[in-house]
Every structure is written in C-alpha cells, then in structure tokens.
C-alpha cells in the first residue's frame, strides 16, 4: 500500500505522486481511472484488487505550474556546478554566494544567489562583484520548470510512468 502511484491529469498531464492507498480511494470512489496497474494486490474480505500504478483523474485540475525548489543543489544545477565568477567547474570546494551580501539588504533568492569556488567567496568576501572586481559569467536567474518536475526522480525505478512523461531520456550518469 506504500508503493507510489503516478497521478495525471484529465488531459494527461502529470499533477503528483500519491500512494497506492489514496490512488485505490480516488479510482473507488470515481474520481479517476487506473491507466496502469502495478505490483501487488489489495485484499478485502471477498475481492482481490490490483494495485494502480498510474491513474487519470475524470476531472481537469487547474494549478499553477510548479516551481522549483531553492536549494543548494538545485543552485549547482541551475550554474553547471561552474564557478560563476572563475568558471572553474568541479563537485568539490563549491559553495554558495549571495550576489549582494545578506548583510547589506541582500535576499536568500534564485536571482541574489550564485555558484562560487571557496577561493572566488573568500576573495569577494562582503562585497558585491563590482566593488570586489568580479564580473559574473552569467546572470542568475529563477529555473523554469516544466510540469514533469514532479516526477523525474521516480522515473529511474518506474518503468511503466516513462510513456506518459514525454521527451524523458536517462541522464548519461543516470541522473534524471
């Protein structure tokens, strides 16, 4: 009952991952029909039910498009984990900087926070890149996501959501 069931939306358009238990609720009580089944059984006293894998509600949901998360990662990602003011790239010794200093007024936000090597933080210090003498190699910037951002970590593991999530093809390292 604990396995995830990938929910769409009228048009086909992914909403969210739920579990199997909420799925079999919304599809009981016609909310949504099953597209795929999964593996496993829900068992009641006289039946046997299969359990869904990817379900499609009857109805269309209208919902903003999602957005993504701020976080360290997800700032590496956006960057190419490069360096924004050097351009040297690696996993290890990034940090993050924030593009005009908290303490001078600066936000925790996608458009004040950039990519920096330890040696690039500690020479721009509490300056901003003009005053330190830095020159970003790129404006930061919010992601655009689309809708199957939901989805992509699932997409490694389940098999069967792949034809619904169009244009998704395996990150050579694997990575979604």
């Known amino acids: 009952m604990n396995s995830s069931v990938l929910v769409l939306n009228q048009n086909y358009e992914p909403l969210n991952v739920c579990n ?3 799925a079999f609720i919304l599809v009981h009580r016609g909310k949504a029909e099953v597209l795929e089944h999964g593996r496993g059984h829900l068992r009641s006293a006289s039946t046997i039910f299969p359990l869904p894998s990817v379900i499609r509600l009857v109805y269309l949901i209208k919902r903003p498009r999602p957005q993504m998360r701020l976080s360290r990662r997800e700032v590496f990602n956006r960057d ?3 360096c924004q003011y050097c351009g040297r790239r690696g996993q290890r010794d990034l940090t993050l900087d924030h593009v005009l200093p ?3 007024g600066g936000r925790h936000t996608w458009e004040n926070l950039v990519t920096a090597c ?3 933080n500690h020479r721009k210090a ?5 005053e330190a003498k830095m020159a970003l190699l790129s404006t930061p910037h919010q992601p655009r996501v689309s809708s ?14 792949r034809k619904f999530v169009p244009g998704w093809e395996p990150a050579a390292d694997g990575v979604a």
């Open 118 to 120: 330890k040696t690039c």
């Open 102 to 104: 908290r303490h001078r």
């Open 20 to 22: 199997a238990r909420r």
């Open 126 to 130: 509490g300056y901003t890149p003009q």
């Open 80 to 82: 190419g984990h490069t």
């Open 148 to 161: 199957y951002y939901v989805v992509y970590p699932y997409l490694d593991n389940q098999e069967a959501w």
